[in-house]
């Protein structure tokens, strides 16, 4: 490439009058214009040469803008990750990073860069500018060190590595139905039965994730072993492919190989499954094969039980935290819970979804009575 060459190619910001860049190359410096979309066409029949940047492996390409290495990086990833996957991680790009970090050149990102914007999203991040929660924080900085790990291992030079950048995320405290709470539900359901409120029914005792049950279909239960097969989840998605939609049903393998897995039910809970049968391709939630019922909906199903029991307002996922929660307090070994609920390993199970209750610690905390006893005995 000679000195005086250029190179024109398209931004993907979507920012008005910055459409493309014009590259310049002299004495083995590169310097960046940003032109109009006008402008565009023109320099580009002017300018005729165009190429990826990956390709282009020279000392002078390291000054590249983090959002081409953001891009190729999404396109690289796209074929190795799920769809719910690769649109979170184009969601969190189009909205929180490139429009803030996006026209850094790499060689201009350091520790001091990526820490003073994560504290400014945690701060005034958002729509509404309030800020965005540390978990959310959390995860576009995981973001941004895989982008500036795959630049790395491009040949670009980068600064730094952002490992050192920490989010501290506040201990989350779930809310657990109470044995009473669990037991009003419970009443409701066996006087008020349908397949709906069976579905609520069977993820308060088996501590299937929402997603699951809405893609539970009734070949997946088998009455004679008394068994449930997870291996499908469903999700509502967002999607760029149809304009007048821009969301979709997905039905996908679950998040983790871990997440497949056969559930033994309780003898109870199959006899009621069982005055319910269907045909083995119908949808467990509906009894049909073409409806389905959605996450949000069972959500909100949820509420509207939660409400005519005047029990307090929880999301669904509480209902496999209760779960787990009864398991420890009737003595199920971590192990078998662990896989029940589909988890990688027991730290997970005791560290994000096992929460005694007042009763349970009561409990363990009067074993120490016949202790006490011996000492009163052997003082006085």
């Known amino acids: 490439m000679s000195n005086k060459e250029r190179i024109v190619y398209k931004r993907n910001d979507n920012i008005p009058g910055q459409k493309c860049i014009n590259t310049r190359f002299f004495k083995n410096k590169v310097s960046y214009d940003y032109i109009s979309s006008g402008s565009c066409h023109e320099e580009k029949s002017k300018h005729p040469i165009q190429v990826n940047l990956v390709e282009l492996q020279t000392s002078a390409i390291e000054h590249v803008p983090f959002y081409i290495i953001a891009d190729n990086w999404l396109l690289h990833l796209k074929p190795?990750?799920?769809?719910?996957?690769?649109?979170?991680?184009?969601?969190?790009?189009?909205?929180?990073?490139?429009?803030?970090?996006?026209?850094?050149?790499?060689?201009?990102?350091?520790?001091?860069v990526i820490d003073s914007y994560c504290r400014q999203m945690m701060k005034k991040g958002g729509c509404l500018n309030k800020g965005l929660s540390p978990k959310t924080v959390s995860d576009i900085l995981s973001l941004i060190r895989n982008i500036l790990r795959y630049a790395s291992d491009s040949g670009y030079l980068t600064l730094t590595d952002a490992k050192s950048i920490t989010i501290k995320l506040p201990a989350k405290e779930m809310k657990v139905l109470s044995l009473s709470e669990q037991a009003v539900l419970?009443?409701?359901?066996?006087?008020?039965?349908?397949?709906?409120?069976?579905?609520?029914?069977?993820?308060?005792?088996?501590?299937?994730?929402?997603?699951?049950?809405?893609?539970?279909?009734?070949?997946?239960?088998?009455?004679?072993?008394?068994?449930?097969?997870?291996?499908?989840?469903m999700q509502r998605i967002q999607t760029d492919n149809d304009k007048r939609c821009k969301t979709k049903i997905t039905i996908t393998t679950p998040k983790s190989l871990r997440s497949v897995r056969t559930i033994p039910l309780p003898d109870e809970l199959i006899q009621i499954i069982t005055n319910f049968q269907n045909s083995p391709q119908s949808f467990f939630l509906t009894g049909r094969d073409n409806k389905w019922i959605e996450p949000r909906t069972m959500q909100n199903h949820l509420k509207k039980l939660l409400k005519i029991n005047s029990i307090e307002k929880i999301n669904y996922h509480c209902l496999r935290h209760t779960f787990a929660t009864r398991c420890v307090e009737l003595g199920f070994d971590i192990k078998s819970l662990s896989e029940i609920l589909g988890h990688a390993n027991v730290n997970i199970t005791m560290n994000r979804y096992v929460h005694p209750t007042m009763e349970l610690k009561r409990t363990n905390m009067q074993k120490f009575s016949s202790l006490l006893t011996v000492k009163e005995h052997a003082f006085f």
Request: proline residues 4%.
């Open 80 to 112: 190795c990750v799920k769809e719910t996957t690769f649109i979170k991680y184009k969601n969190l790009l189009k909205t929180y990073i490139i429009p803030y970090i996006g026209n850094f050149f790499l060689d201009e990102i350091t520790n001091k």
């Open 186 to 233: 419970c009443n409701y359901i066996y006087k008020n039965p349908s397949l709906i409120n069976i579905g609520i029914l069977i993820s308060l005792f088996t501590g299937i994730r929402v997603g699951e049950l809405c893609a539970l279909k009734w070949e997946d239960i088998s009455l004679p072993d008394k068994t449930i097969y997870i291996h499908h989840t």
